[in-house]
């Protein structure tokens, strides 16, 4: 079936450092989306990758849509406590009728 | 940006009584709207998409009978939890796509925090 793998589960890192999270399907995405959420919150939508190649900047966040359309990731630069959360990809495939999948998240840790 | 309401934001029912969640989108009409449920520490899992005017279509694995969905209005989707069974408490969301401008957005209600007794 239709699923997104995503790695790392978790991340901890120091106030500082740059985090990755990675997303991968065996399957061509229409697109994927980035979605931030909070503890206890719902997630909130950062960003949709369309193109094959995509590179997209949100302050510290770059996004990458692989040439492919089959992979993605997320990095942050030079962390903030601010960062701290769970990061989705969510994948939206060819006929799905805007049917998000999500991957499974990475749970990132920043310690000050 | 797009609002998407959900109420109640939590409710605790009792075993085998049945728990009515709405989700509604406050500045945009959604003629499709979808419904993920999320155990603690895991993954949105995509329940169902509620279509207006015409049956829910469910995700492999989702009892349509114990999920009902309904999408009566461009701005109203229910979903009810029939029969509740403490394996049946997480944490429920909605969320409805606004489409076009190039960006196929997905806007999230708040959630809905059901607990089984």
């Known amino acids: 079936g239709q699923q997104v793998m995503q790695i790392p589960q978790y991340q901890h890192v120091q106030e500082g450092e740059d985090f990755t999270t990675y997303c991968n399907s065996s399957t061509t995405l229409s697109n994927i989306q980035w979605y931030k959420q909070r503890p206890g919150g719902h997630p909130v939508f950062l960003i949709q990758l369309v193109k094959s190649g995509e590179v997209k900047k949100q302050k510290r966040l770059t996004f990458q849509f692989g040439e492919a359309k089959k992979n993605s990731s997320l990095h942050i630069t030079a962390t903030q406590t601010t960062d701290v959360g769970t990061y989705f990809c969510?994948?939206?495939?060819?006929?799905?009728?805007?049917?998000?999948?999500f991957g499974a998240g990475t749970r990132l840790a920043v310690h000050p | 940006g797009a609002v998407v309401s959900q109420h109640p934001s939590w409710v605790i029912c009792k075993s085998g009584t049945s728990v009515k969640i709405e989700c509604r989108s406050l500045d945009f009409q959604a003629t499709t709207m979808f419904w993920y449920r999320q155990f603690p520490k895991q993954s949105l899992m995509l329940m169902a998409t509620?279509?207006?005017?015409?049956?829910?279509?469910?995700e492999q694995g989702v009892e349509k009978d114990k999920f009902l969905i309904n999408h009566a209005s461009l701005t109203l989707s229910t979903l009810t939890v029939t029969s509740a069974h403490p394996e049946d408490s997480s944490f429920y969301i909605c969320?409805?796509?606004?489409?076009?401008?190039?960006?196929?957005?997905?806007?999230f209600g708040p959630g809905t925090r059901l607990t089984v007794l």
């Open positions: 969320s409805a796509p606004v489409l076009g401008g190039g960006t196929d957005t997905q806007y």
């Open positions: 509620s279509n207006e005017g015409s049956k829910a279509t469910y």
């Open positions: 969510a994948a939206m495939f060819s006929g799905g009728y805007n049917k998000l999948i």
